[in-house]
């Protein structure tokens, strides 16, 4: 058949949820390798509340990310996944007990977690099939928001101009752990690298606006507006939590911090004069996979 199919792993320690991304990758000769996704497994472990308000991670969230990576080796063994990437973010990062968690995981799991900061997240991102998306001549603005940090990465056609990583999250948000100075920064450097620039895009990413995406019935491939996506906010703003639950049918831990996810795209789109929102369904966790694929046949 000239065809070989391997699977890996990418485990993302959030700070709004925990996720296992398992991949086919199908290597076939002279041909590009695939990448298809065969299994994802979210678990709504709020690390960010207790991090960004308590300062470090509680016992019973300890107990229960054990269990998680626990699940998440015995599924990775039945997979026959051959080699795996776990990474923490900004939650772990803040956690005056983050390392002390990692090592705990580590000793009772076998699971190896890599705490990173926001330049290699944004790093990881970049390395996406991002790059496929991306038109000669045209202004990107990466937009990746996740619990407790959003990365934004400015690209000129599929170069990387500058990124940078601002603590600003949905569960920060949600705690009202974000005081105005830092929403101040993200509008002046997004200012300052795109006031000169016409006709600029956003490209979103995280599960907020995947889900935005899904609500909107919109096609794959097919941008959201910033005209829906403000009608949106406004929409979902003006219901309470249980009627997002029982009436649009969202995940109780993603009822919540769509509103403040919608605002950080909304806001970004109005300082960046962007108009399109495109929303390709990838993230950290398939860059993971992509830069853990490449390191491994760069050793080979």
Known sequence: MGINIRKFAAIDIGSN??????????????????FKKSELIRVPIRLGEDAFVLGEISEKNQARMIKAMQSFKLLMDVYGVENYWACATSAMREANNGLEVVDKIRQETGVAIDIIDGKIEAKIIASTDLKELLQKGKTYLYVDVGGGSTEFTVFNGDQVVVSKSFKIGTVRLLNDQVIDSVWDGVKAWVKEHLAAKDNVEIIGSGGNINKLHKMSGRKMGQPLSYIWLNAQYHFLDAMSYEDRVSELGLNQDRADVIVP???????????????KIHVPKIGLSDGMIKTLY?????HA
Not at 17 to 34: F, P
Not at 261 to 275: D, E, H, Q, R, V
Not at 294 to 298: A, F, G, I, L, Q
Request: glycine letters at 6%; aromatic letters at 6%.
């Open 17 to 34: 949820a925990v996720r296992l991304l398992v991949q086919n990758v199908i290597e076939r000769k002279g041909k590009l390798v695939q």
């Open 261 to 275: 996810a919608t605002k950080i795209f909304l806001n970004t789109a109005k300082w960046s004069g962007a108009k």
């Open 294 to 298: 490449k390191r491994e046949t760069s």
